[in-house]
């Protein structure tokens, strides 16, 4: 990509060494990467893998209201009156409507916004249930490499099954408060078993007693995940201070418990098993649609939904289908590219490049090494640039999949650089092709407005086509 549109390829090794020096900004930079599962995202974690494996993980949960941030903040500033560092990743939900996120756990955070001992990170769920980002785990480690002596996680306000968290921290604190049905929450399964320690903020409000007192009886009906370990209940004012250093005592001694019997280390293995699992489930999810195809694929869920077929042998079907990339010269045999004119790819070939292109970067460059003309048969295809995979890519963020396809000789495609930010070959084509600019509105802008790739470069080029739009002075 041309110089001056957008942000270009991360250099990996040079972040890694600067985040073990203490930059910030590349610890910002590298969680960038991963949060937004860019190209580098793997490269970066095999990068900073060696560097974990001595941090104190700790997962705050609870349900929307009952003060988890301000609670984080008051353990944060426990654990730096003891000069240790401190890492903290605030989860806030997305809308599922929107898909913003008002990232506003950490403003409750503000008295350590400066401290270079604490490193703030607020992330979106990005529509991922269980009361915590995909993305989690990975930007975990990322501060644990960067050297806090302590990573503590505070999730979205959950239900009674967003338990998540119990699966990526050592100590899982559950917070309740006083009045809100808590107690009756926590009998529920789940809830009662991820506690490791259980909190009960807002310890100056009237029925904090009692919320103890239910939750004590409940903890007698049955042991935890821990039945060697008796979850302490601690009641806190977080906004005063209240039973601070008693709920980090208690998390102190869940620690040495887990050491002793040998349960901190055979949690953290079957928190790496559960990763594999979930990272090789998730790679052969991504291969198989795109293997498959979107048209062949929306063609069982139609026999499906019109009883020809039941879901579960669809699912036989779905993995009985083709592997890999079969080249057209596969595809003559197998005399699919009967009714194909000369010159032309099929359909289903170019649709399945189309949809790779949104979200899968190894199946796009696996396709074009296969078959090369896929390129700019998706373009011919598509009746129109929106079609293409460079728009696909576009559409899903994927600015690594749309540099690739330009660097392969995609034409460019003036919606996928407007949503990518890319001002200056937006202009360019304009200039050349002035008809483009009334292309591109007024569905066009609106479309780029809520653009997720192009940040703030999105931003200059939208100011650029609005611009545009409005008629000559004197007209």
């Given at each position: 990509?041309?110089?001056g549109?957008?942000?270009?390829?991360?250099?990996?090794?040079?972040?890694?060494e600067?985040?073990?020096?203490?930059?910030?900004?590349?610890v910002?930079?590298?969680?960038?990467?991963?949060?937004?599962?860019a190209?580098?995202?793997s490269?970066?974690?095999?990068?900073?893998?060696?560097?974990?494996?001595?941090?104190v993980?700790?997962?705050?949960?609870?349900?929307?209201?009952?003060?988890?941030?301000?609670?984080?903040?008051?353990?944060?500033?426990?654990?730096?009156a003891?000069?240790?560092?401190?890492?903290?990743v605030?989860?806030?939900?997305?809308?599922?409507?929107?898909?913003?996120?008002?990232l506003?756990?950490?403003?409750?955070?503000?008295?350590?916004?400066?401290?270079?001992?604490?490193?703030?990170?607020?992330?979106?769920?990005?529509?991922?249930?269980?009361?915590?980002?995909?993305?989690?785990?990975?930007?975990?480690?990322?501060?644990?490499?960067?050297?806090?002596?302590?990573?503590?996680?505070?999730?979205?306000?959950?239900?009674?099954?967003?338990?998540?968290?119990?699966?990526?921290?050592?100590?899982?604190?559950?917070?309740?408060?006083?009045?809100?049905?808590?107690?009756?929450?926590?009998?529920?399964?789940?809830?009662?078993?991820?506690?490791?320690?259980f909190?009960?903020?807002?310890?100056?409000?009237?029925?904090?007693?009692?919320?103890?007192?239910?939750l004590r009886?409940?903890?007698?009906?049955?042991?935890?995940?821990?039945?060697?370990?008796a979850?302490?209940?601690?009641?806190?004012?977080?906004?005063?201070?209240?039973?601070i250093?008693?709920?980090?005592?208690?998390?102190?001694?869940h620690?040495?418990?887990?050491?002793?019997?040998?349960?901190?280390?055979?949690?953290?293995?079957?928190?790496?098993?559960?990763?594999?699992?979930?990272?090789?489930?998730?790679?052969?999810?991504?291969?198989?649609?795109?293997?498959?195809?979107a048209?062949?694929?929306?063609?069982?869920?139609?026999?499906?939904?019109?009883?020809?077929?039941?879901?579960y042998s669809?699912?036989?079907?779905?993995?009985?289908?083709?592997?890999?990339?079969?080249p057209?010269?596969q595809?003559?045999?197998?005399?699919l590219?009967?009714d194909?004119?000369?010159?032309?790819?099929?359909?289903?070939?170019?649709?399945e490049?189309?949809?790779?292109?949104?979200?899968?970067?190894?199946?796009?460059?696996?396709?074009?090494?296969?078959e090369?003309?896929?390129?700019?048969?998706?373009w011919?295809?598509?009746?129109?640039?929106?079609?293409t995979g460079?728009?696909?890519?576009?559409?899903?963020?994927r600015?690594?999949?749309?540099?690739?396809?330009?660097?392969?000789?995609?034409?460019?495609?003036?919606?996928?650089?407007?949503?990518l930010?890319?001002?200056?070959?937006v202009?360019?084509?304009?200039?050349?092709?002035?008809?483009t600019?009334?292309?591109?509105?007024?569905?066009?802008?609106?479309?780029?407005?809520?653009a997720?790739?192009g940040g703030?470069?999105?931003?200059?080029?939208?100011?650029?086509?609005?611009?545009?739009?409005?008629?000559?002075?004197?007209?």
């Amino acid at each position: 990509m041309p110089a001056g549109r957008g942000r270009g390829p991360a250099d990996v090794p040079a972040l890694v060494e600067r985040l073990r020096s203490g930059d910030r900004r590349a610890v910002a930079r590298l969680i960038s990467l991963v949060e937004d599962g860019a190209r580098e995202a793997s490269e970066v974690l095999r990068a900073v893998y060696p560097l974990t494996g001595h941090a104190v993980t700790i997962g705050a949960t609870g349900s929307p209201g009952v003060g988890k941030s301000t609670l984080v903040d008051a353990l944060v500033g426990r654990v730096r009156a003891e000069g240790r560092t401190v890492g903290v990743v605030a989860v806030d939900p997305t809308s599922p409507f929107s898909g913003g996120a008002l990232l506003g756990d950490r403003v409750r955070m503000q008295e350590h916004a400066l401290d270079p001992g604490v490193f703030i990170r607020s992330m979106a769920t990005r529509g991922h249930l269980g009361g915590l980002s995909l993305a989690v785990p990975e930007v975990m480690r990322v501060l644990e490499a960067a050297g806090f002596d302590l990573v503590l996680v505070e999730t979205v306000g959950v239900g009674q099954s967003e338990v998540e968290i119990a699966g990526q921290a050592d100590t899982t604190i559950v917070t309740l408060a006083p009045g809100m049905g808590d107690a009756i929450q926590a009998a529920k399964a789940g809830i009662l078993e991820v506690a490791d320690v259980f909190c009960v903020n807002k310890a100056d409000k009237e029925g904090a007693r009692d919320t103890a007192r239910d939750l004590r009886s409940m903890l007698e009906l049955g042991p935890g995940r821990d039945p060697d370990w008796a979850p302490p209940i601690v009641l806190t004012s977080a906004s005063t201070g209240q039973g601070i250093d008693e709920l980090w005592e208690a998390v102190g001694a869940h620690r040495e418990h887990l050491s002793a019997h040998g349960r901190l280390e055979s949690r953290r293995r079957a928190r790496l098993a559960g990763e594999i699992k979930s990272i090789a489930a998730e790679r052969l999810r991504s291969r198989l649609l795109g293997a498959v195809g979107a048209a062949r694929f929306e063609d069982l869920v139609a026999r499906v939904a019109g009883r020809e077929l039941d879901p579960y042998s669809a699912a036989d079907e779905l993995l009985g289908g083709p592997r890999g990339v079969r080249p057209c010269e596969q595809l003559r045999e197998e005399g699919l590219m009967s009714d194909v004119e000369p010159g032309r790819l099929p359909a289903v070939l170019v649709n399945e490049f189309v949809g790779a292109a949104h979200v899968d970067f190894d199946r796009v460059r696996e396709m074009l090494d296969a078959e090369p003309g896929l390129l700019n048969s998706a373009w011919d295809w598509g009746g129109g640039d929106w079609e293409t995979g460079l728009g696909g890519a576009s559409h899903m963020g994927r600015r690594d999949i749309a540099q690739y396809l330009m660097s392969r000789g995609a034409r460019v495609d003036v919606f996928a650089a407007a949503m990518l930010g890319w001002l200056d070959v937006v202009r360019s084509v304009i200039e050349a092709s002035p008809e483009t600019a009334r292309a591109l509105g007024p569905h066009g802008i609106p479309l780029i407005a809520h653009a997720k790739a192009g940040g703030d470069e999105a931003a200059s080029v939208l100011e650029y086509l609005s611009a545009l739009q409005q008629p000559a002075e004197g007209a």
